[in-house]
């Protein structure tokens, strides 16, 4: 007997899972196990025999299902707390959506912009699309009949009967937030302004609504030298290219003195888009020094400061970088132009992860 409970004891506490742990349970207390056949064997003893040998058969039986159970108990414990370990997952992480939805590429290069510009020291403005007349054309030095108005192609909005005071109008460029920035902030002043304009046309490359972003950088002694590394630095940045070289040709705009627009050197080899190389030069962008007037309008003392201003259309930046090569698709709102443009939801431009990809 002590034989036997030791045999089984030892060999059910060092089962390693449910089938040796079956197996035992048959060997020992199934129909033909060897408790069970001793049971047999009482009906050939002696009752004194009988009397003696009987209880402790069925306690040894008791003993060995008991331990059965508890060693069935402990591998469930251990195959549940093995699970627990392997399946631990960590609920405070972000999810992995598959996100669905692309980034525009004028989302993405208003957010490329963004990052560059204010790695160097620029701060977002903001001003409404729809703007004074004052905002939009008096305070940036151009008076009612100057002909600079006749080339905006304005939307005006209308007035009630009898209000003669000039329209609103959607602003015609994101110029007017220079003169708000100012207003609000006063000098030195860095920042630059991307958003929605509106002008009446419409082909290739020029929609109704489209985007530009204002640059404006006032201080006591800001020079052209600063606006023309500055520049530099953010075509540089922005195309990715090493070799970008830029070309400024004096020009005219009301609210600058001087002004100048700006060219890129590019190659249309093969009917491909290079920068950087080739005799060809494509304008990105004008600028010059503000106006003295324009700093007046925006309460500023052009006797104390000096600063330079830009302007760029984001879209026509999008398109040469990523080879878009028609405008008005911008705004089809076509699923598939934004799959083959569109960029990455989850993706983030900044200058250390890179730009695009
Ligand atoms: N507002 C001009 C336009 O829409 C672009 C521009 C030119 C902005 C020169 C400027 C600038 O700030 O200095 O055509």
Redesign the pocket.
Known sequence: MDDLRQKYLGAIAGAADEAALEELRVQAVGKKGEISLKMRELGKMSPEERQIMGPRLNALKDEINSALSAQKAALGDAALNERLRAEWLDVTLPGRPRPRGTIHPVSQVTEEVTAIFADMGFAVAEGPQIESDWFNFDALNIPPEHPARQEHDTFFMSRAEGDDRPPHVLR????PV?IRAMQDQGAPIRVIAPGR?YRCDYDQTHTPMFH?V???AIDRDISMANLKWVLEEFCRAFFEVDNVELRFRASH?P??EP?AEVDIRCSWDGGALKLGEGDDWMEI????M?HPKVLKAGGIDPDQWQG?????GIDRLAMLKYGIPDLRAFFDSDLRWLRHYGFSALDMPTLHGGLSR
């Open positions: 015609t460029h994101t110029s220079q304009v530009q204002e640059g404006l705009f609210f600058t002004s962008l004008g600028s010059g503000v330079f201003a830009f302007g760029m």
